[in-house]
């Protein structure tokens, strides 16, 4: 089976400093994969090799079989979406501006907004639940609500691959559990970065990063032992299992 | 609220473009009847019937002289650099996402009279089409030299990127405008300089027919492209990356829009020297108006910045009485103001 997404031996250079080294990655399709690692790992850059965005100084990122830099911008968006970390405007734009914005790629002069285009909207409002909030001004809106309409504007671009750059950041409790809910019910291949190894722990696979290179990839049980947690983020981890079969829950610890 | 979406969405509630061309004719035959001396319109619309072949009364050929060969050439002219400074400043506001981007203080008006003057005093081919082209050059090296300090300067987007730009462009005027100075003091005999002193300032006075045959055809460019690019600007709203990732090829698009924007100017200020502010005021208060959308924004820009223009040019004439003021000046004292508003409102951001 063709890879839905893959990066053979993909490296990234700034200034000829490698930041990213010889990530390899193969992502079947519909699965969720989770990237995890501390501050600077390269998470944020690793997302922006698969979205195409960079481009990788060494390696290749194959989109569904096909080499990222031989496909045009816009075939690139309408096979993936990215949710960036933080993308703010200031423009007085609505919710709906907002959301229709996903619908550019099958959009040109000679291809004008149309009834299906309607549907993927308001799909994508309804998604959210923020069909009710379509006429609020941007500014007006809340960080959790902004991050729900920055994925109802992914999801009204219609892709095949969904990319979430640490999309609970600075969200209560609340907002974080239901944009993971969210992004786990929209049935698209998934790759999402995270700072909470509880929310890793959803995904089907995680890739851990340090420095700039995989450290490991599986299964979150398999993969998040108290010694990796140890070496990657040098803190105390035990893992306490859920009173009701639920996932587990970790309590850290600064190494002493 | 699905049929209200999809008016909004296909931009087909769009009667009033449909009042566009009348307010423009209105303009027109405004700033054709005032001046010096005031001609009744009557007069007016009876001269260009007569011009279009629609009438054969007698008219008084000072009239008729004043009105064509003076008047409409020159209310054409400003209309359209009206209308292409405009959509400049337009356009320079979405992709560079900031509030203040606009030709002239972004210094782009600035090379634009550095190249054109450049040919001027050379004396290389001196027509209109030269110096438009020096205006070009002098126009793209202004804007390639000021990107590249913004960037230098570490200059993102947000506010403080949008004052990094802002500086840089100011530096780059000042740059080129000493470049300019520099030119007529070594190469221009004194009537020479006399002359490019004023035109510098943003002057109409001189404006003729033959003018008109690049600002139209510039003007209609530079709407061309802006529609086309409508839904292209719309998606630069959360920054470049943003826009790549919605399928927005960054680079092609930049050069050809940025370009748009740099002829435009350079060919206005090749025409009328460097007219500042139009591409600042005209597209934020289109913005109140019409809203962000660019299929609304661009018509509507187009036609107010031509509006804008021609009613400076009227009160550049008949503020003080018997003295032409240069048309930069009136822009600028509507300008500057608006500037200082658009200042403290993205700071409380």
């Known amino acids: ?256 | 609220m699905r049929a209200r979406a999809a008016t909004r969405s296909t931009g087909r509630n769009r009667g009033w473009l449909w009042l566009a061309p009348a307010v423009l004719v209105a303009a027109l035959l405004f700033g054709t009847a005032v001046g010096e001396t005031r001609i009744p319109l009557a007069t007016v619309i009876e001269v260009l019937a007569v011009k279009a072949g629609l009438g054969s009364a007698a008219l008084d050929p000072i009239d008729a002289s004043v009105i064509w060969h003076y008047r409409l050439s020159r209310a054409v002219v400003a209309a359209c650099g009206g209308a292409s400074l405009a959509l400049s400043g337009l356009i320079l506001q979405a992709l560079l996402r900031n509030p203040l981007a606009e030709p002239y203080l972004l210094g782009i008006s600035a090379g634009a009279s550095t190249g054109a003057v450049t040919v001027a005093v050379a004396g290389i081919g001196a027509g209109l089409l030269s110096m438009s082209a020096g205006a070009f050059a002098g126009a793209l090296t202004a804007f390639a030299l000021v990107a590249a300090l913004a960037r230098a300067a570490g200059g993102g987007t947000g506010m403080r990127g949008a004052g990094v730009i802002i500086l840089a462009g100011i530096a780059g005027s000042q740059m080129f405008n000493a470049l300019t100075a520099l030119i007529i003091a070594q190469s221009a005999s004194a009537e020479q300089a006399r002359g490019i002193m004023f035109w510098l300032l943003g002057n109409l006075s001189g404006v003729r027919w033959p003018d008109s045959w690049v600002a139209v055809p510039m003007a209609a460019l530079a709407l061309g492209v802006g529609l086309w690019h409508a839904r292209t600007l719309d998606a630069f709203a959360f920054g470049a990356e943003s826009a790549a990732s919605l399928g927005i090829d960054l680079r092609r698009t930049q050069a050809l829009l940025i370009g748009t924007a740099s002829l435009a100017t350079a060919i206005m200020v090749s025409i009328a020297g460097a007219i500042g502010f139009v591409g600042l005021v005209v597209p934020h208060a289109m913005r109140i108006l019409v809203g962000p959308r660019h299929a609304r924004l661009v018509p509507a820009t187009a036609l107010a910045g031509a509006v804008f223009l021609v009613l400076s040019d009227v009160v550049s004439r008949i503020v003080i009485p018997g003295q032409v003021l240069p048309i930069g000046v009136i822009t600028a004292l509507v300008g500057a103001p608006a500037f200082a508003v658009v200042m403290i409102r993205g700071r409380q951001r």
């Open chain 1, 1 to 256: 089976m063709t890879p839905i997404l893959e990066a053979v031996g993909a490296s990234h250079a700034v200034r000829g400093r490698e930041i990213l080294s010889d990530i390899s990655l193969r992502l079947h399709p519909g699965e969720t994969l989770g990237l995890i690692g501390p501050n600077g790992s390269g998470k944020s850059t690793l997302m922006g090799l698969m979205a195409g965005l960079l481009r990788p100084s060494r390696g290749e990122i194959r989109l569904e079989g096909r080499p990222m830099a031989r496909l045009g911008r816009r075939q690139i968006a309408r096979r993936l979406a990215l949710v960036a970390q933080s993308a703010e405007t200031a423009e007085r734009i609505t919710v709906r501006d907002a959301v229709e914005l996903g619908r550019t790629p099958w959009l040109g002069p000679l291809r004008p907004w149309g009834a299906q285009d309607d549907d993927a909207v308001a799909a994508a409002l309804d998604a959210v639940d923020m069909a009710h909030m379509a006429g609020r001004d941007w500014a007006s809106l809340s960080g959790g609500e902004r991050q729900r309409v920055h994925i109802a504007r992914a999801h009204a671009q219609a892709p095949r691959i969904l990319l979430l750059d640490e999309p609970t950041n600075h969200l209560d409790i609340h907002h974080q559990i239901a944009i993971l809910d969210l992004v786990a019910r929209l049935s698209v291949t998934t790759v999402i970065a995270l700072h909470d190894l509880h929310h890793a722990l959803r995904c089907e696979r995680v890739m851990v990063l340090r420095a700039g290179r995989c450290v490991a990839l599986g299964p979150p049980m398999e993969i998040l032992t108290p010694a990796l947690i140890r070496e990657i983020f040098a803190v105390e981890a035990e893992i306490i299992p859920h009173p009701r079969g639920g996932r587990p829950v970790f309590a850290f610890q600064r190494l002493a």
